[in-house]
């Protein structure tokens, strides 16, 4: 018995897809009809249909237009297998970066409705809990900020872009506890947050209570945030007891300098 030949308008509403997609197809080289008439009208076999959808299962599984012409030039199940595997390796990848990318634009939300919610150079004491950071040491005696070399923040960004575990933002700096009083602060290290079992050498911010204050403007200024710190932390008595954190919440997403802001966390004891 002969077998039944479809038009292409029959054999797109068959396989649920436009005359445009079955002759993009037909132009690609991936599914031809199976007979042309004399007419010049192409028409295929609904045998096709399961070669349409293989080609839909390749496609939506990330496969271009190469992989799917070299699949259908050798057939086979170890070379399906294979393929799919390796496609699976590359979605899991497209899966992390993702991931990546949606944690980055939430810290960059919650940034900005952080340092738009709280008055500048007002110190507060709040709780913190225990925070991870991968951090990039600053060599000792090279002097306030603006003398640091570019070198050590680029070295930071390079070593923990799109490391699992590491965010990506906010950047911050960790400062020597004697910057609460000092014109010139030493600056420790750069930071990222990171998740507690990234694979990378963490600096821990203990529990505890801390002064939060936040700046606007100049970083250099960040020193009178700092003094009046200072003076809250004397009026209430308490003492610092390690290093000062400086989180850049809203610096490098902004075009005045004055429009930047800068988070600074004190730990203390009564």
Known sequence: MAEKYMTTAEFAEFCGVTKDTLLWYDKQGILKPAATGE??????????????????????????????????????????????????LQLDEQLRALTRMKRLVDAVRDNLALAGQFPMNTPELIWQETEYLATTQIPEGYG??????????????????????????????IIAETGLDSPAPEEIAYFYPAEKGADTNLWVKPAGQYVRIFHRGYYGNITNALKIASDYMIQNSLTICGPIYEYDRVTYLVEAVEDSVQMLLIHTIP
């Open 39 to 88: 007419n010049g009208y192409r028409y295929y076999t609904s045998r096709q249909f399961f070669d349409f959808s293989t080609i839909t299962t390749l496609k939506q599984t990330g496969n271009s237009l190469k992989e799917i012409r070299a699949f259908q030039q050798k057939h086979s199940y170890e070379k399906l297998q294979k393929q799919f595997a390796e496609k699976s």
């Open 144 to 173: 306030w900020f603006e003398e640091e070399p570019e070198e050590y923040v680029y070295t930071h960004i390079r070593t923990y872009r799109d490391m699992d575990g590491v965010a990506q933002y906010p950047l911050g700096t």
